[in-house]
């Protein structure tokens, strides 16, 4: 069945009006989705049409140029740059110009048919259309690309729904209606009270409740800037959710965004939000939205583009990556999402886990979404970064959700630091020293953490537990696991703790946000101070003691990520023997302070202030792809949260039994075999696949265990079956060579 072309326009402009109308976007939005496709109405583009439409062909006769011409030449300047970018994606500026210029010379027979079209299909449409941009968004370059990218965002999911609509015989798009928040509101208070009630009793439930009624006072207030800065087992998770759904009641917002640094607290955290807030039969509130296979990958297919969610939902949980690569992405499938960041709550928890090189651009996306586009943000954290002593945060105002931080922290006092920084410990005597108590002692009381900072340290501690005879209390905790493999030993190792018997851990720092652990004794090695304070969250958590005991190493034989370099030795100058321990607030500040310092973020060289600079230059690519250099876009000075995007691999060998092994072996067979895989299939797959450096690529002792599961190669990106070794208790087995594979 055709779908009239003036319908599709009106369809798509009134769509895109009502996603931009709350962040002031509203009738720019119209006008764009009004030209988008325009220049369909050329007699050589419908002549095309005629003849593709019954095999399902491409027309290949470009409609974007016209469109574009006639935003840009009735007021809508660079705005324009929506137009001609709705199915390729925004380019920059200069590149955009030389593009537009070109298709309009090369096809003047087109341009002049469809602008003989035009009156007659939009009748309505204004010699000026400069009333529609806000004078704001034309002063300040920054702003007004933020605003290209809400709008545009706007128009490309109004395009898509508009079209899916009418292809699936809808008698409109689907767009679900706003929440009613004082009913979700309502619903969580319920369901926090309940389990709460199930929970046993603690020694600091008065200082959680303490945290959650603070917070939800603060949600009373208007929309801007908050920080949650509480000690670690306070229950933030819950608080922050508080404060976002009562917030977003009392500011009519539209949606609440949580997103968190790894796939491992999504889940967690949206298992959590699912029981609170989701209703048996109806549609659910919670949408979690991440995967380990890429789906907004320009080369991942058909397939994946369909699973692009557009966040349609009042309740988001998603990764770091994927809230801000969508944020600075330029792709329709990566887009169509980022307006429903305008008029929300977004809750960034364990905030200190940004990476430092994108810091800057992230931040000043977050201070224009705030003062500009009536967006909430709250940043959650028990390491709280000291963002405003950035020249981009240090004129924003904020507002504390927790008033007297330091007296908290006090009252939550529950360790004590020792630190065993001498030389010549190794990780053998580490893991001696955390077994001394085990040898004598048969109560719970001797239980004990170790984390450091490699997965080949972890299996060094693990297997030395294994040589002296406590094979039967140890366990291992590392990314060499697959997330289900990862989550049974969770599961094995808190039942225990909260029984009184006896364990010992070996973990890299996986295990320091979000995982609800509580050893009366923990030794962590060296690392940058939040990483340390984090780890001394998992001792004596629920306070029952009236001290955990947390150990600060450095052993001669341990490793670190190159990362971890610059940030110890700042590290070291601030904490230590003789210094401040972790948990001191004032000397935190300064730690932050020296390493934007030491990191040079504020130097105009620096990859973030690059970024800032294509951004004000309105240059989308080189934000999203890199700078061009003489051998094509530079990627490693684009936008990306995560560098090394690595090899996602599938590990049958971690499922529980033979049986979901073997089924997991069917499945991957499945998907090998179908044109287009199913995205439930892939989902399957999620909880056994963990991620592998690039590095991979360049040792064929490695990729010869490797079968391709998408495509026909092992490559950057992709998606494979692990056939090689898989140890029950430490996951994939690489001779210790292959460290640096593992991510």
Known sequence: MWHSLEDHLRGTATLARRFAAPFGGGDLAYWLGLLHDCGKASCAWQERLSKVAAGGGRVGIDHKAFGTRVAWDRGLGRFAF??????????????????????????????????????????DLPADLSAALPERWQQDPLMGEMAL?????????????????????????????????????????????????????????????????????AAERP??????????????????????????????????????????????NADVYRQMLD???????????????????????????????????????TTFVRLFESLYARKPSAMRRVHRLAGSVIVLDEIQALPHDMLVPILDGLRLLVEHFGTTVLLSSATQPDFWALQTFEDLDRFEL???????????????????????LTLADIADDASVGLAASGDGGASAMVVVNTTADARTVYERWQEEGFGDVAWHLSTRMCPAHRRRVLEVVIRRLRAGERV??????????????DFPLVYRAMAPADSLLQAAGRANREGRLERGRVVIFAASDGGQPKAYNKLVGVAKSCFGPGKADPDDVKALTSYYHRVYGALNLEDSSHIGQRIQQAREQWAFQTVSDGPMTDGGRDRKRAFRLIHDEGISVVTPQG??????????????????????????????LQAYTTTVHSG????????????????????????????????????????????????
């Open 149 to 217: 990218r809400l709008c545009y965002s706007a128009l490309v999911d109004a395009d898509g729904l508009d079209t899916h609509a009418h292809h699936h015989q809808l008698a409109a798009a689907r767009v679900r209606p706003d929440a009613d928040f004082s009913h979700l509101f309502a619903r969580f208070e319920r369901r926090r009270a309940e389990a709460l009630a199930q929970r046993p009793p603690s020694p600091i439930d008065g200082l959680r409740e303490q945290v959650y009624a603070e917070s939800l006072a």
């Open 223 to 268: 929309t801007g800037m908050f920080r949650l800065h509480a000690p670690t087992g306070v229950g933030k998770t819950l608080a922050a959710a508080g404060f976002a759904l009562r917030h977003a009641q009392r500011r009519d917002l539209r949606r609440v965004i949580v997103a968190v640094p790894f796939l491992t607290i999504t889940e967690q």
């Open 279 to 317: 209703e048996d039969g109806a549609e659910p509130v919670v949408l979690e939205h991440h995967s380990q296979v890429d789906f907004d990958a320009p080369t991942a297919g058909r397939w994946a583009r369909q699973a692009a969610e557009n966040w349609d939902a009042p309740f988001v949980v």
């Open 504 to 517: 010992l851990l070996a973990a890299t720092q996986l295990v320091e946000a979000g995982v609800d652990l």
């Open 655 to 684: 499922a529980l039994t033979d049986a979901e092994s073997g089924a997991l072996v069917d499945l991957i067979e499945k998907i090998r075999a179908a044109p287009v895989p199913d995205l439930h299939d892939l989902r399957q």
């Open 402 to 424: 927790v008033s007297e931080v330091s007296v908290l922290n006090e009252k939550m006092r529950r360790v004590s630091y020792e630190w065993r920084l001498d030389a010549g």
């Open 82 to 123: 929506g137009i001609f970018g709705h199915h390729g994606g925004l380019l920059d500026q200069g590149d955009f110009k030389k593009k537009l210029m070109a298709v309009l010379r090369d096809n003047p027979r087109n341009v002049a048919s469809a602008e003989a079209a035009l009156s007659r299909l939009l009748p």
């Open 696 to 743: 991979v690529l360049r040792n064929p002792e490695v990729t010869a265990y490797m079968r391709p599961i998408l495509g026909d190669e092992v490559q950057l990106g992709g998606l494979v079956e692990w056939i090689g070794g898989y140890d029950e208790a430490t996951g994939i087995t690489f001779d210790p060579s292959f460290e640096e594979f593992v991510l």
